[in-house]
């Protein structure tokens, strides 16, 4: 079972959503990347993992039931809040206790609450608001609206900083290099065109998401998905 909620308004240029799942094991998982950060809190035992930014898809191994707290953070969200060099997340689930964050350790605090957790959540959150987006923000909001599809040269020059700094700091804030987050939202934006016209040419479909041709676009899809167009699409109208 699975259940999402959106975000006070303050929140949201920094936190996707909370969500809460019931998990039944054993059984396999397949998560996807979708760019974000979380905190992953256990409601049975209390404790809390930190899932940086995936790069690539990720089979989890579900071996019992649990009862999960999640707050998924928009690329560059958690970075704000926490302070943490993102990159030592990357593709990574690092147990809370080793972070030795005040904030991990008063939202644990919040998530415990029998009552009006998400409210104690957003509590936690809104006290420690950063007082402005950083200028990251606005380069992932151009890769984005571009599919991904924009040189970190281009993005550099956009938000006025220097290739070499805004490199570095894309990196400390978001986990991986803007070269690597553009193709995964330039791959991600094809699977959403092939969901929404599974009937469209594979070739076209590469060509105007900036692939080479289909081979490098399939090669793109299996690599962070976990399979290859067709096999998503025969998955989808099975």
């Known amino acids: 079972m699975y259940a999402q909620y959106s975000p006070p308004a303050l929140l949201a240029p920094?936190?996707?959503?909370?969500?809460?799942?019931?998990?039944y094991g054993p059984a396999v998982s397949r998560i996807l990347p979708d760019l974000c950060a979380d905190f992953i809190f256990n409601l049975d035992d209390g404790s809390v993992k930190a899932v940086g930014t995936m790069t690539t898809y990720h089979d989890t191994h579900i071996?019992?039931?649990?009862?999960?707290?999640?707050?998924?953070?928009k690329p560059a969200g958690m970075a704000a809040?926490?302070?943490?060099?993102?990159?030592?997340l990357t593709d990574q689930?690092?147990?809370?206790?080793?972070?030795?964050?005040?904030?991990?350790?008063?939202?644990?605090?919040?998530v415990m609450q029998d009552h009006n957790r998400l409210q104690a959540i957003s509590h936690c959150l809104l006290k420690a608001l950063p007082d402005q987006p950083t200028r990251m923000q606005a380069a992932i909001s151009a890769i984005q609206s571009s599919h991904g599809n924009i040189s970190p040269v281009t993005l550099a020059a956009q938000i006025n900083m220097s290739p070499r700094n805004f490199e570095r700091t894309f990196l400390q804030q978001v986990g991986?290099?803007?070269?690597?987050?553009?193709?995964?939202?330039?791959?991600?934006?094809a699977k959403d065109a092939l969901k929404k016209q599974p009937a469209s040419n594979l070739l076209s479909l590469a060509l105007n998401y900036g692939y080479h041709d289909h081979a490098h676009l399939t090669r793109e899809f299996r690599h962070i998905?976990?399979?290859a167009p067709s096999e998503?699409?025969?998955f989808l109208y099975k």
Request: with cysteine; proline share 3%; net charge positive.
């Open 14 to 23: 920094y936190v996707d959503a909370y969500w809460i799942v019931t998990t």
């Open 63 to 73: 071996l019992s039931a649990a009862r999960l707290l999640g707050i998924r953070f």
């Open 81 to 88: 809040f926490a302070g943490l060099p993102m990159q030592l």
């Open 93 to 110: 689930h690092i147990q809370g206790d080793n972070l030795s964050l005040p904030l991990v350790r008063q939202l644990q605090e919040a």
């Open 176 to 189: 991986t290099s803007a070269k690597t987050f553009s193709r995964i939202v330039r791959c991600l934006s």
């Open 225 to 227: 998905t976990g399979e």
């Open 232 to 234: 998503y699409l025969s």
